[in-house]
């Protein structure tokens, strides 16, 4: 019922800043937590942040705490991750997932509680 599109990757320098756009389908966007993972080669995928509904919380993982605001714009069915003073381990392909229930923000760090996926944008961050 919800397809999610990640854009903004790219190539950028240690220090640099970054803005990754989730734009998503369908009519209930605004009723679902949205979340921001990553995962880079080798690793396990990694929760790196999470909005409610209503965009009134937000979570990070300890990590990228102070550098990585989530946002949201519930008119335009977007969901935003801007990535500031990135570090090379910030290296990853990032996707952005939708809750699997509506107005459910429990458990926002773990993937399984997540029914939606986009395809994923790279992000490279060079030192």
């Known amino acids: 019922q919800v397809q999610l599109a990640e854009s903004g990757g790219g190539l950028v320098q240690a220090g640099g800043s970054l803005r990754l756009s989730c734009a998503a389908s369908g009519r209930t966007f605004g009723a679902y937590t949205m979340g921001w993972f990553r995962q880079a080669p080798g690793k396990e995928r990694e929760f790196v942040a999470a909005i409610s509904s209503g965009g009134g919380s937000t979570n990070y993982a300890d990590s990228v705490k102070g550098r990585f605001t989530i946002s949201r714009d519930n008119a335009k069915n977007t969901v935003y991750l801007q990535m500031n003073s990135l570090k090379p381990e910030d290296t990853a392909a990032y996707y952005c997932?939708?809750?699997?229930?509506?107005?459910?923000?429990?458990?926002?760090?773990?993937?399984?509680?997540?029914?939606?996926w986009g395809q994923g944008t790279q992000v490279t961050v060079s030192s």
């Open positions: 997932a939708g809750g699997k229930r509506p107005l459910d923000y429990r458990n926002y760090n773990l993937p399984y509680q997540y029914a939606y």
